[in-house]
Each structure stands twice: as C-alpha cells, then as structure tokens.
C-alpha cells in the first residue's frame, strides 16, 4: 500500500533508499510516498509539479510491481492539484 511520507523516520527512510540506488535527495516535493514491508521502507517516490523524482527501489524488490504503484500514485495525485 503506498502512503504518504511525513514523519521525521519516514523522511530519514526515504533518504537512505534514495542515496542508497545511487540517486540524490531533492527537497522540496509537493508529494513524498512509499511502499512500506514488515516496517521497512522498499519503494519511493516524489512529485515537484508535473516532475516525478527521487524514485527508488530497494534492490531486494526490484523486479516487482513496487515502481508501478508509486508512479501510478503520484500521477495521480497529480491529476488532484
């Protein structure tokens, strides 16, 4: 289930994944979720206007859905503003 990301764990989470598959942390978003999995985040994602970044996923996960469903959220959300 994607969720948006406030707390200050959720945002210490997002930005070790971030780093961890080699991209940047990019504050500000409009819209930060994830894909949380026995307490530990495995998917990422953000929004910027029209701009989708920061999107990551734990090497562990890859290969699944987990990339489908964050996108397919922030369009969403997208859509919403």
Do not use: H, N
């Not at 290969?63 to 397919?72: A, F, K, P, Y």
């Amino acid at each position: 289930m994607v969720t948006s990301l406030l707390s200050t764990d959720d945002l210490r989470q997002a930005r070790a994944l971030v780093e961890e598959s080699g991209l940047s942390f990019e504050p500000p978003c409009q819209d930060l979720v994830g894909i949380f999995e026995a307490g530990r985040l495995v998917a990422v994602g953000a929004r910027q206007g029209r701009v989708l970044k920061m999107l990551a996923v734990a090497a562990s996960r890859q290969g699944s859905t987990l990339l489908d469903e964050v996108v397919t959220e922030l369009v969403g959300r997208g859509f919403q503003d």
